[in-house]
Structure formats: structure tokens, C-alpha cells
């Protein structure tokens, strides 16, 4: 519960000063309620959660080559649907 008022003051922190560093921006363009919700309450979150399992699966691949296999078929199901696979991480290091 800590975490997620600390996540919900770095968002309009993030809004109104901007996110820091080198190339700091205003995030402007997001939604100004961040919303935690158990999975079990609803079905969207249900198949959000499916699906960024489901990528990180093929982004760290195991070294069982059936289950990659299985990884790849399940990830055609849903690839059509995907808007974009990327996740800003603000505590992310800048090479």
C-alpha cells in the first residue's frame, strides 16, 4: 500500500516538475489516476497480466526449447493486439 502512494506522488510529481535527469519532460499525456487493482476483480486486468507474463517470457527465454515453442504460439494469439511492447522505466540507468 506504501508503495503505491509513493507511485501515485512520483506521477504528479512527473506531471507538474517534469521526470529529471538529462532530458527531462512533463508527462502530459497520462492519465492522472494511477489504478491499483487486484487481478482476481476484473477480467481486463486478468488478461493484462497474462499477456506482460506472457512477454516476459519471451523476453527471458528459459532454456527448454518446447516451452519457447509454446511461448511463440501462445504470443501469435495476441501479437495482432499489441499496441506497442516497450515500458518506460524511470529508474532505469541511460547508457
Known sequence: MQEQAAHRADLTRYRVSGTGGYR?????????????????ASRLVQAVDLVTFLYQRLDRPGTDPREAAANERLWSLVA????HCWCWDPLAKVA
Open 24 to 40: 527531462s519532460r512533463k508527462l502530459t499525456r497520462i492519465v492522472d489516476t494511477l489504478h491499483f487493482a487486484p487481478s482476481y
Open 80 to 83: 495482432s493486439r499489441c499496441y
